[in-house]
């Protein structure tokens, strides 16, 4: 066989490859996002936010203020396309890791396993550094544990639970005092 005969097959060669792994690509992010998946795991999201916001003494966690509930809402009304498929394959890839390495669902894991899952998939879904982070998170999209900590921490300080017990609250300000000290054990301010 002549050379370029050769370089002609492997360049078409590599053409064609290229070309299949972006419409496959294209397909994924675009293709009907699976949401009956997310009310059949609402239990597993339900672990998943107790995990990032646990309840204290006195606080309440992220599943008591129905943040499960948010995030399905959110993302069924109000993610894009590709926002949906990249969380939902997320989840389901979390649940096929749990099984995988724990031999059983996420939600009946230990805290020490769900930490450590959780801290899998934080390091998994972590940008690169500098130009390149800030183009894959503009073109890709947020990795699925961004997404799921940003859900959390929005559903939990806009619940009435959340902002109300979890959050310091003043429903009706008085005066401005711009600089005031925090009190030993206040807890973070709801209102800005």
Known sequence: MKRRTAIGRILLTGVIGAGAFSGYKWYE????????????????LAALVQTILPP?????????????????????????????????????????YSRANYTKEYETCTPEQQTAIL?????????????????????????????LRQYTVQGYCTSELGAGKGLAYVAIP???????????????????
């Open 29 to 44: 992010w675009n293709k009907s996002p699976d949401f009956g998946y997310l009310d059949t795991h609402r239990a597993t």
């Open 56 to 96: 204290g003494p006195s606080i309440p966690g992220a599943a008591d203020a129905g943040v499960h509930d948010y995030i399905i809402r959110i993302v069924k009304d109000c993610a894009g396309i590709h926002t949906a498929n990249v969380f939902i394959d997320g989840l389901k890839d979390l649940a096929h």
């Open 119 to 147: 801290k899998h998939f934080e390091e998994k879904g972590r940008p690169m550094d500098g130009i390149l982070g800030k183009a894959e998170n503009k073109f890709l999209g947020k990795a699925f544990f961004y997404q």
């Open 174 to 192: 008085g005066s401005f005092h711009g600089c005031i000290p925090k009190t030993q054990g206040q807890r973070a301010w709801a209102t800005k």
